[in-house]
């Protein structure tokens, strides 16, 4: 595995995690948000700020994607389970993509539960797919992304010691978070690669060069 050279040892720590990203498990998230009508983005916090950005950046595109935030006044209903079906006939596919490091925080879990409930109802997990960018497959998110859509493990939200003042900004970066940083990256590559309309590698090869280029 190729290795970054950075004084700034969370950009090492970045680039390694996207480094083993898993080429199946890209391929499947990238076929789902490709193939959407319209996707709903979820998460909390710096992990929704990560990939509404990316998001943005889709919908901006020529032909670009339908974004549908649950916040947005248009938003047809209470709930994601509650939307679907309206979302489903007017755009087609619906992706809800989740953005959750833990895999467990509350906003993004309760799209999931509503979305596979209607899901299971329906029994139609091809018109709309639960996709998830998570450090734990094994949590709530995960196993729901899993089971009803694709879940790509990036590696990121493990616990850190405290490091020595000196050396904070250097191991952590300003946002104390790596997931944060690698789910922006890799969401621009996939943004990059669907404006190329170009192979799931694609994404991945964006996301690694972009981190070069931070250096």
Known sequence: MEKLASSLGYLNKIYENLSL???EQLES???DIKSAG???PSGEGRSKGALSIAC???AKMKHGKIIMDRGDIGFPGREVGEAAPILKQRFGQVCLLINSGSGRSLSPLLDAQN???Y???TGNNRDFRIDAVTSDLESPIGKLATRYGNALLLKGREAIEEP???REFRDVGV?????VLASGILFHGISEALYDDALPRKAYEYALETCREAI
């Open 164 to 166: 020595d003042e000196a």
């Open 21 to 23: 990203v898993d080429g």
């Open 29 to 31: 998230l990238y076929h």
């Open 115 to 117: 979305l596979a409930v």
């Open 38 to 40: 319209v996707i709903i």
């Open 56 to 58: 943005s950046e889709m």
């Open 119 to 121: 899901i299971a109802k």
């Open 175 to 179: 946002m104390e978070d790596t997931f």
